[in-house]
């Protein structure tokens, strides 16, 4: 057996430090990995599909994954394209037998192992790129979406590629679009730790943060850099301001790479907000039938039905309607407020996430749908006639009988300048959180709930 050594780069955080990949002989292929100052790992390949059905892995390696950033003709002959490992594929009595034949060969001295590892099969899936972020097939790689300079300064937004190792969906998770909806920001930096990409069938594209201008400088609502919404300029503009080439790259790189969008936001610095998902049906029944088993999947039990969408994509408008334009169904989802990062609010974020990747079969295991949420037919805006100082009377998910006094404002010294109360019946979806207030600024948002499911 002559051997051919193909050093093959990674760039693998989740197992440490597996270094390299090492090529045996013709097909059937013996596969050595090696682990940096500690033991190797052989895999006989067999079949088309390169099913390894052997491996011998130190014990401190759980999990870990290749793909040959080299041309694949180079390393994967016949184009087939990657190794990954799957942990739940290979069990002890598998790696004891696959150690035991390969002590046969006397090439290599193997290591015992104590621990469940894996191995690997391999996926046709086309090479993926986001940003400067190329997906490797088994591995989470971070890169950036880089908005360059124009009219104003550019800005690099991060992004991390989840591939994993059989195909699947392309998913989409963005968040922080208003840089202090901060709930929302911490779940999608947690999935990207999280996520084990030896798990998932498909790929997820996460965007933790879009403005990062507005996170840094603690600016609620807009990007400080132009004073827009980063998330009212969809699709985007490359001649405009920075939020509309932001948006355009967003649009290029992370839209039309998806199959599927779920856009996080939450209560803003001045917001105490309740959760809920928005659902908005584009016309396409069967499109609109899997963003609402999303939503259902997604599992907050408030939606709002939101029918008043964009219809043309060239003004989109929203991330999410941008995304729906472009034929992928989406969802919004909001939980946190004020500032905060309840760990009830991440946690509702993060599972909504992981259940609508089941929903999609891009992770093992069912994702029942919400029972009876409450649907929202409209929201009742309640808006301040006057500047001063906001005093609430009521709290984020009360329910709320139209001409109830839910706050009042009062000038500087204190006398009442005006009250607000409930246009409508309905669920306070969001109060504002902060005394301060500007005259037609939004004091609360009611949810009035809709008379039967849609
Ligand atoms: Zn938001």
Redesign the pocket.
């Given at each position: 057996m002559t051997c051919q050594t193909e050093s093959v780069p990674h760039s693998s955080d989740i197992s440490g430090s597996i270094n390299a990949l090492s090529r045996f002989g013709s097909y059937p292929e013996v596969i050595r990995l090696e682990k940096a100052g500690f033991t190797s790992a052989w895999f006989r390949a067999r079949g088309p599909e390169v099913q390894f059905e052997e491996i011998a892995m130190n014990s401190s390696v759980r999990s870990a994954a290749f793909v040959s950033r080299e041309p694949r003709a180079s390393c994967w002959p016949e184009q087939r394209p990657c190794v990954a490992f799957d942990r739940r594929r290979y069990t002890l009595p598998t790696l004891k037998r696959g150690l035991e034949e390969a002590s046969m060969c006397k090439r290599l001295a193997l290591i015992l192992l104590s621990c469940v590892v894996c191995v690997a099969v391999a996926a046709q899936q086309p090479a993926l790129t986001v940003g400067t972020a190329t997906a490797v097939t088994g591995q989470t790689v971070t890169g950036f979406i880089e908005v360059s300079a124009g009219s104003d300064v550019g800005t690099n937004i991060p992004v991390a590629v989840i591939r994993g190792p059989k195909p699947g969906a392309t998913l989409a998770l963005v968040a922080g679009?208003?840089g202090t909806?901060y709930a929302?920001i911490i779940a999608l930096e947690r999935l990207i730790q999280e996520l084990n990409p030896a798990e998932i069938s498909g790929t997820v594209i996460i965007v933790p943060l879009v403005n990062i201008a507005s996170f840094e400088q603690k600016v609620p609502?807009v990007n400080p850099v132009d004073g827009k919404?980063m998330?009212r300029f969809y699709p985007g503009n490359p001649n405009g301001t920075q939020t509309e080439r932001a948006s355009w790259a967003m649009t290029k790189q992370v839209v039309e790479k998806s199959d599927y969008l779920i856009d996080l936001?939450?209560g803003?610095l001045d917001e105490s907000l309740r959760p809920y998902s928005y659902w908005a049906p584009t016309g396409n029944a069967q499109q609109d039938a899997v963003s609402r088993a999303m939503v259902l999947a997604f599992g907050l039990d408030t939606i709002i039905l939101s029918t008043d969408r964009p219809r043309d994509p060239n003004a989109a408008r929203y991330l999410e309607t941008n995304a729906s334009l472009r034929e992928k169904p989406s969802l919004t989802a909001?939980a946190g407020h004020a500032g905060t990062v309840e760990p009830e609010d991440v946690t509702a974020l993060i599972n909504g996430c992981l259940n609508v990747m089941r929903y999609l079969k891009m992770l093992p295991g069912n994702a029942p749908p919400v029972q009876n949420p409450v649907w929202i037919e409209r929201i009742a805006s309640v808006t301040s006639e006057t500047a001063g100082i906001f005093y609430p009377m009521v709290k984020r998910g009360w329910y709320v009988q139209q001409g109830m006094k839910i706050g009042y404002v009062t000038d500087l010294f204190g006398k009442t300048v005006w009250e607000a109360r409930a246009p409508s019946s309905g669920v306070v979806l969001y109060v504002c959180a902060v005394p301060s207030m500007k005259k037609s600024e939004t004091v609360a948002n009611i949810g009035v709930v809709a008379g039967k499911a849609p």
């Open positions: 679009a208003h909806e929302s609502h919404s998330n936001h939450g803003d909001e």
